[in-house]
């Protein structure tokens, strides 16, 4: 019964294929090991690991959670646990102990897979959680109760695994990014996660010769579809943790020619004294996604970074819905682009009606990548799924061209003095200041406007600016209710999600009953 998946389109068919048509060519570089793979170990390594595990006493339907940074081992254990249909929960790495244990519970989990930053962790799941059986672990400093990765991996065969494998078997449980509370689980089957993969190597036009660079956080969606679209194209990816301080030497000494970034990402990596002392003429493009990218970002990237970008826009329960191109980004700075792949975006009132083009509405999808609901929570499910689309809480339009465009998260929409104000819009006009590193824009209780806009910002290293100079500058640039009322100092990088979505529900608890500069 060995390998029933193939032809189909699943995560554990797309290694084995890669094997057969890239073989010895290097497939993986993980920047934190200094390891390397060829595109047949990683297939190796893969059934190694899939058959261990198959030996301890996991078997098809069986929950595994895995607590990993950035490094080559999570795409053989994602990959490990799709060919034995295993259902995978990757956990963020930031969460508390606590939390983990809680996602564990609440998934099922009966193990835990782990890297050598977590070897605590690992412990307290063991103590909280007796159902966890199995530990597996890497490094030379394991607690006594786990297994070692590599001794698991020797001890084991490198033959396909002989479990039958379908498109529609759940392969594993995500989160949400939880910018409005806590996550939420969503299952996710082998063809959500395959669908796409072909489009996108097409559209990002990834090549045999492309040098791949991974730094989005692997254990999200986003991280690891960017390494099974390098797989399909026969790509070299270059893992890593990422590190503003590292990672344009690693762009300059690897020939990197493609990344996948998150906004902030980019802020971090401008802000450094040394960025235009490498050499990152081996970069052909940058892929942005996760939180918008404003125009006045965009400038900085293109004059010191790279002049060619793409954005997508999607949510962990759909998958990329809708993408843009280099060329058109030029044109159309602010647009998320087109309805991608096979995806449908409509955009609706409050009654659910399809709104005529330059009309802001909510944005609803569907998609081949979408969830099918979340995991043991009908109410949400039921909430959020509505005759087919994915109310995604967002806002946006389309132009008469069809290119969409964001304007917030439906929370997000002030209402002020009767008048609607999307934060996005008042955000990207006070960050093309330069004195601005960061800003939110939220509502907070205000007796006679309803709510007022209130922007918390930070301010650039080594540059000053006054609450009055910043607001006057909103002026020449916002229509006067959009314009914020006050502005709030946060002398620490703004809150945010493993995915770069800053967390406004955080300002909003924390300056909720401030009124003045503070």
Same mark, same amino acid.
């Given at each position: 019964m060995n390998?029933?998946?193939?032809?189909t389109l699943t995560v554990g068919n797309f290694v084995k294929v890669a094997a057969i048509r890239y073989g010895d060519r290097e497939a993986i570089y993980c920047s934190t090991t200094g390891r390397r793979f060829s595109f047949r170990q990683l297939n190796q390594r893969t059934n190694r690991l899939a058959n261990g595990l198959t030996g301890l006493g996991?078997?098809?339907g069986e929950v595994a959670a895995f607590l990993c940074t950035n490094r080559a081992e999570i795409v053989e254990i994602y990959s490990a646990l799709a060919k034995i249909g295993v259902l995978g929960i990757p956990l963020n790495y930031r969460l508390a102990?606590?939390?983990?244990?809680a996602l564990m519970a609440h998934g099922e989990a009966s193990a835990l897979i782990f890297d050598p930053w977590f070897s605590e962790v690992a412990a307290q799941v063991r103590e909280a959680l007796p159902q966890v059986r199995h530990f597996v672990g890497m490094g030379d400093a394991l607690p006594d109760f786990a297994l070692e990765y590599e001794a698991l991996l020797s001890r084991s065969s490198d033959a396909e695994p002989e479990v039958d494998i379908r498109e529609e078997d759940a392969m594993y449980m995500n989160l949400t990014s939880g910018t409005t509370g806590l996550p939420?689980? /969503?299952?996710?089957?082998? /063809?959500?996660? +395959?669908?796409?993969?072909?489009?996108?190597?097409g559209y990002f036009d990834m090549r045999r010769d492309d040098v791949v660079l991974t730094a989005f956080p692997i254990?999200?969606?986003?991280g690891f579809a960017w390494c099974m679209v390098s797989l399909l194209a026969g790509a070299r990816n270059v893992i890593h943790q990422f590190n503003p301080q590292q990672i344009l030497g690693l762009i300059e000494s690897e020939k990197v020619t493609i990344s996948n970034w998150v906004p902030t990402? +980019?802020?971090?990596?401008?802000?450094?004294?040394?960025?235009?002392?490498?050499d990152l003429s081996s970069l052909r493009a940058l892929v942005f996604a996760a939180a918008p990218l404003t125009s006045a970002l965009q400038d900085q990237i293109r004059a010191r970074l790279c002049p060619h970008l793409y954005e997508f826009y999607g949510l962990q329960e759909t998958g990329i819905v809708a993408c843009i191109g280099p060329e058109e980004k030029d044109r159309r700075p602010s647009s998320v682009g087109k309805v991608a792949f096979s995806a449908d975006v409509r955009i609706v009132d409050i009654e659910g009606r399809d709104v005529p083009a330059g009309t802001v509405g909510s944005i609803i999808a569907r998609a081949p990548s979408a969830t099918a609901g979340y995991f043991k929570n009908e109410a949400q499910t039921r909430e959020a799924f509505r005759d087919g689309w994915f109310h995604t809480g967002d806002l946006g339009y389309f132009d008469e061209e069809g290119f969409l465009y964001l304007a917030g998260r439906s929370k997000d929409m002030i209402v002020t003095g009767g008048q609607n104000v999307f934060s996005v819009e008042v955000e990207d006009a006070l960050l093309s200041h330069p004195a601005v590193a960061e800003c939110a824009v939220i509502g907070l209780p205000d007796d006679t406007w309803g709510e007022r806009v209130t922007a918390v910002v930070v301010r650039a290293p080594g540059t000053a600016v006054t609450e009055a100079e910043l607001i006057a500058?909103?002026?020449?640039?916002l229509a006067g209710f959009k314009v914020p009322k006050s502005i709030i100092w946060h002398d620490q990088?703004?809150?945010r999600t493993p995915t770069g979505k800053v967390t406004k529900y955080v300002l909003v608890e924390t300056y909720g009953g401030q009124t003045a500069d503070v």
């Open positions: 390998a029933k998946a193939t032809g996991l078997r098809k102990p606590a939390e983990i244990v939420k689980a /969503y299952l996710l089957t082998q /063809y959500n996660n +395959a669908a796409a993969g072909p489009f996108f190597a254990f999200g969606r986003v990402m +980019a802020a971090f990596v401008l802000s450094l004294p040394d960025v235009d002392k490498h500058f909103g002026k020449e640039r990088p703004l809150p």
